[in-house]
């Protein structure tokens, strides 16, 4: 139902960046066929497959990409598909015979996602990394800490799935609509590096304009400002506050039961000490879900802080149905929202090869052709098993 119903795309299995690109294609009725290796490599970290979130939505087929017959029914399969995206280092397919060139001359019309770190070219193209890495390069991890800390990881949100995989989805969008006027394909280079930098733009045009200093900590939005920032509540939880416009500001203060006579001016920041002083001291009166009741309906701009557990049964997240559970695990629903082509979780992850019969069939191989993959090393399973 969703609006790439009748989109077909190729995954090769990996790690990260790659499957949350896959998920976010399925989610949105994309029909993602995952190529897995015959043997666990361990790439889900220890956790039963049904518990890969990010693998929801897809079927699998198993193949040996090491071997000749595993490499011509990989190219079998990406013939029959519009979009294909894998996540190996550079240079990695073309090595097993399965590179852009070969395959676009088999499939001149696919659309050739590629997801890595750095880049396919570059100095570090070659090299290892993960998130903390790629986002280090950009200036992005310098930014985000305390001013008397070092930097803090924002766990692995930044490059392996903004500047990731929602890069490579997007980027794999605009190529199948451009392929769908001009009848060609091409190779879409989505780097982690690159995705996380273009998170950061309205920091560089700041930064231009000279109102944001690369001293951590001390600015508007990165917990330099006391009206932009958590702070701790009797209960030992914590609360958000975002109070950045004057209007927002002076309801904050309301709320909170303080004069701002008494107060610093909101933007005197050598009153900032004073007021977080004021603001902590205010906080610390009451607890987190005591604060929620004195801040609801307010435009204040205050949020609890939540736990992941704690945001599932949270009132709006409830009525808008953010989070829902499939296969026993409780995850978030897929985004965003079309008001005539929902998308929705198809499936729950698949073991390796299931589903996949079906799915070659669903993609028009015939019973034949299908006896001919298996012969090549092509494990695929029916819905029944």
Known sequence: MGPLSGIRVLEFEAIGPGPFCGMMLA????????????????????????????????????LDLKSADGVEAALRLA???????????????????????????????????????????????????????????????????????????PLNLVGDFGGGGMLLAFGVACALLEAR???KGQVVDAAMVDGASL????????????????????NLLDSGAPWYDVYQTQDGKFVAIGAIE?????????????????????????????????????????????????????????????????????????????FVESGKVVQPAPAPRFSRTPGAIRNSPPERGGHGRDALEDWGFSSGEIEQLAALGCAAAPSAS
Request: aromatic residues 8%; proline residues 6%.
């Open 246 to 322: 004057p209007k927002f500001y002076a309801e904050l203060l309301e709320r909170l039961g303080l004069d701002a006579g008494t107060l610093p001016a909101q933007h005197d920041r050598n009153g900032w000490p004073e007021l977080r002083r004021r603001f902590m001291e205010s906080f610390r009166s009451k607890t987190r879900d005591e604060w929620s009741a004195v801040f609801e309906g307010s435009d204040a701009c205050f949020a609890p802080v939540l736990t992941f557990s704690e945001a599932r049964g949270n009132d709006h997240n409830a009525a808008r149905k953010a």
């Open 181 to 183: 006027r001009s009848g």
């Open 79 to 153: 013939s029959r598909a519009d979009a294909l995206i894998e996540g190996f280092r550079p240079g990695v397919m073309e090595r097993l015979g399965l590179g852009p060139d070969t395959v676009l001359a088999r499939s001149p019309k696919l659309v050739y996602g590629r997801m890595t770190g750095w880049g396919q070219d570059g100095p570090l193209a070659q090299r290892a990394g993960h998130d903390i890495n790629y986002i280090a390069l950009t200036g992005i991890l310098h930014a985000i800490g305390r001013a008397d800390g070092a930097p803090v990881p």
């Open 27 to 62: 989610d949105m009725g994309a029909d993602v066929l995952l190529v897995d290796r015959p043997n666990d490599p361990q790439l889900g970290l220890g956790r039963d497959r049904w518990f890969d979130v990010m693998l929801r939505g897809r079927r699998s087929v198993t």
């Open 199 to 218: 998170l950061s733009a309205m920091f560089w045009g700041m930064l231009a304009a000279r109102r944001w200093s690369e001293t951590r900590g001390a």
